[in-house]
């Protein structure tokens, strides 16, 4: 039998499907590739990096090491989030400046809110008088502390949210989307386990350190660590003189090991605390930003390692 070629019509058609079929795919790409989506600060765009990968193009107004409380918009802002496909905030009054400026901007979409869904944990008046939830989200009429990402946990649920919100905004990229989360879960998974152990080997009286401000709350919880701070909250909070001086005198009562400052934080309160307490400074914590690219915390993951190797190394008696 004879097979005869393919005529110029058929071929021409072939190479017009070819020609479609190529410029569907650039498009999808294309379109993947500009899922423009605004978060609020450093932390949050490692996150949503994480899930969305290559689909998508990540702003975060809040960069690393600059302090998402003491944070003030420019226009130019307004005008990048109103222009975003999708906005996403922390939530628990953490970033409450951001929902404005998306409204103000012109933004009409949804604003994901990262922890919706976590087990909050709330604040009231230490036995310092420091009001830590003055100016956070309530729920049933008590303040919450919005550092729900300083538990590896609450972290898993960021991220089952996040990649629910890319796939309702980007259907094609959905697949892609769950596959990026369950991956990145696996790694908070072994990351949390990581740190459960290290602090379960640790005596619980040496379970006690001071930072900066009142950030790592859930951490506290999650992983049975004592943190006592001069300040709320908000690093922008002034601390009273009597209030210092009762924290000196519980650290010394307490044998509280070590103290530490914050990438965001005035390092000079600490200073005065470890110098009149007798404590060590044990190191810089990262609690609501990352590090520069160069720095030991440059992602998620790897911030919260370098706080884990930094906690251990102090509480432990390392140097």
């Not at 809040?62 to 496909?85: I, K, L, M, Y």
């Amino acid at each position: 039998m004879t097979i005869k070629p393919p005529s110029s019509e058929l071929r021409h058609g072939l190479r017009a499907l070819a020609t479609a079929c190529a410029a569907l795919l650039i498009g999808s790409t294309a379109h993947a590739q500009n899922l423009d989506v605004t978060t609020s600060f450093s932390i949050l765009g490692d996150l949503v990096t994480q899930v969305g990968g290559e689909r998508v193009k990540v702003h975060t107004l809040v960069g690393a090491d600059e302090d998402a409380h003491a944070f003030q918009p420019r226009p130019s802002d307004a005008r990048s989030v109103g222009g975003a496909t999708l906005v996403v905030v922390n939530g628990l009054g953490f970033d409450d400046w951001m929902v404005r400026l998306a409204r103000s901007g012109g933004y009409k979409g949804e604003v994901v809110v990262a922890s919706a869904g976590i087990d909050t944990l709330g604040m009231t008046k230490d036995d310092h008088g420091h009001d830590h939830g003055h100016h956070h989200e309530e729920a049933n009429g008590k303040a919450v502390d919005p550092h729900a990402w300083q538990d590896v946990g609450n972290v898993r649920r960021y991220i089952a949210n996040i990649a629910d919100a890319l796939a309702k905004a980007d259907p094609a990229g959905a697949t892609a989307y769950r596959a990026n989360a369950e991956r990145y879960d696996g790694e908070l998974q072994a990351l949390d386990a990581e740190i459960r152990a290290t602090f379960e080997a640790l005596p619980a009286e040496r379970r006690k350190v001071v930072s900066s401000h009142a950030a790592f709350g859930y951490f506290g919880r999650a992983y049975g660590v004592r943190f006592l701070s001069p300040v709320g909250v908000s690093n922008n909070a002034e601390p009273t003189a009597q209030g210092v001086a009762r924290l000196i005198r519980q650290l010394k009562a307490e044998n509280v090991p070590a103290v530490f400052i914050e990438n965001v934080a005035d390092p000079r309160l600490i200073e005065r605390i470890r110098s009149e307490s007798g404590a060590r400074v044990g190191g810089t914590l990262y609690s609501d930003a990352l590090s520069k690219a160069d720095g030991p915390a440059p992602n998620y993951l790897q911030m919260m390692r370098a706080n884990l190797d930094t906690l251990r190394n102090a509480l432990s008696g390392g140097s």
